[in-house]
């Protein structure tokens, strides 16, 4: 390109901006003038030294920002992306109890092999209910473990259909809840009560709240179970 071609093609970009201004559009000539100083500072700028302050400020406004329009970052979406997970994992990290349980006292432990060896047909929750009466209080959890290191079956096998015979006979009977939470820009937990029916897999979502309680829970399933169509 000839050097009078250039400056004329200069002086016309010049003329252009210049009647932009004048028509009182200013602060697109200054949306323009802070992008190219962006990309100078692109080109002179392997690392950006940023503060923590500046991770939050842009991974919050990259939630706010239309996708096609993250060019304008100076840093990658993988890198916005994975600060604001990095933000909500900090946000939304709770103090830790010290791992492990209480060892289960002897007596306790003997007691439930006792009650085991005398009665073969109770399971670990008749047996749990039973050292309640006894004025024992062991968690379910903790008298199957300790028949299960003993080498009892904690749930003996009775007359009737398996597991798997009865929930493929009641399937199409049968649901499935459960909660997922959605973190938005804010911080905000936001908590997703849903149903599955097990025979179909089909999902229903029965409500969205910030603050879920009992009485919502049982609101929302009952709305739900009105809704949902009744197979025979």
């Not at 009466?133 to 096998?157: C, D, F, M, Q």
């Not at 009977?173 to 997922?180: G, P």
């Amino acid at each position: 390109m000839s050097a009078s071609l250039l400056y004329l093609l200069l002086r016309l970009i010049l003329q252009m901006l210049s009647q932009i201004a004048s028509d009182g559009g200013a602060k697109e000539l200054e949306i323009l003038v802070l992008r190219h100083q962006v990309a100078v500072l692109r080109r002179q700028v392997t690392r950006s030294d940023l503060q923590p302050a500046d991770r939050v400020v842009l991974a919050a406004l990259s939630r706010l920002l239309p996708r096609p329009r993250w060019s304008a970052f100076f840093v990658t979406p993988a890198t916005l992306l994975r600060w604001h997970r990095e933000l909500v994992t900090r946000r939304w990290t709770y103090p830790h109890a010290r791992p492990g349980r209480p060892p289960v006292d002897k007596q306790v432990r003997d007691l439930v092999l006792r009650l085991a060896a005398e009665n073969p047909t109770w399971g670990h929750r008749r047996i749990q209910g039973e050292l309640t009466g006894l004025g024992y209080r062991v968690a379910a959890s903790t008298v199957w473990k300790i028949l299960h290191n003993a080498g009892v079956n904690p749930a003996p096998r009775r007359s009737g259909p398996t597991w798997k015979q009865f929930l493929t006979a009641q399937a199409h009977t049968i649901l499935a809840c459960d909660f997922f939470t959605v973190d938005t820009v804010t911080l905000k937990r936001i908590y997703v009560l849903f149903f599955v029916e097990i025979a179909t897999r089909q999902v229903h979502i029965a409500g969205v709240t910030a603050h879920p309680t009992g009485a919502w829970v049982a609101q929302r399933t009952e709305s739900t179970d009105g809704a949902r169509p009744a197979r025979g």
